[in-house]
């Protein structure tokens, strides 16, 4: 008889194991992913040509994170290569579309989150580094700092062998036509995404021009870990857009995750209170991911650009709601 309790015991243990791991595997295999191009006021009147260019760089920069993301790629690389894309696109103010400053040059900001352990770099007032996101991982993955900014980060990309590009290689009309009437445009232009890969790890990254007409030497939101970046495997992923002060100020990202964690928010819940009571209103928005593939779209801005895709089939770009 002991035998037979014995044996039973054991069908039911394994029963239940394997019910477990498959319901683990069927978990596992969610992903998504988010990008945005950056908030603002985008009118609804923009040339139909314009906006098919700002739509049709959304999803390819789409494509490549799903892709990542679908053939069991992680969070971390979807996300630093969807901002590489954007960042390489004269449409966004980041990399090549960058903003001016006061005197009339370029100086970029970028950082990148792992979800999995709270690794994290940054780079600030770079002004020759091709691809700032790219230089932002390596000062992650490869120092014992989070941050490194200007001469400094360009040494060390140096060392690292990432591409260095003349400052006016980030020239272009249209960015120097918004500085020379910047009084009469409000530029808020940042790029970024999140994303849960298969695994069930969350990342996020951001990187932009700044504001236009900046001082030299302005650093905003998005090299800063907890202000415009955030991610942790036990809540969310979070990417910012707007105006960089308020978002230092507000600890944006990562209060979005303390009130998940804290108070039992939802990511929705959370993002939305932030947004609406801390961020004032046309000034900025964010995208976010949560660790059951939860997502979310906020702003309080007449538009932002944006971008989303999932296992199950889900792939949209907007501008507008």
Known sequence: MKSILL?????FIFISESLSQSNTSQQAQKFVIVLHGGVGTISKSMPDSLKAQYLNSMAEALTIGKKILQQGGTSLDAVEKVVRYLEDDPMFNAGKGAVYTADGSHELDASIMDGRNLSCGAVASVRNI??????ARLVMEKTSHVLLVGDGAESFGKKMNVEFVPNNYFDTPRRYEQWLNFNKQEIKGTVGCVALDIYGNLA????TGGMVNKMPGRVGDSPIIGAGTYADN??????CSGKGELFIKHS???SIAALMKYKNYSLKEAANEIIREKITQGDGGLIAVDKDGNYIITYNTSGMFRGAANSSGL??????E
Request: charged share 10%; with cysteine; glycine share 0%.
């Open 7 to 11: 044996l039973l015991s054991t069908f």
């Open 130 to 135: 091709k691809n700032p996101i790219s230089l």
């Open 204 to 207: 996020a990254a951001t990187s």
């Open 234 to 239: 036990q809540t969310c992923a979070v990417s």
């Open 252 to 254: 944006v990202a990562y």
């Open 315 to 320: 792939f949209e770009i907007k501008i507008w």
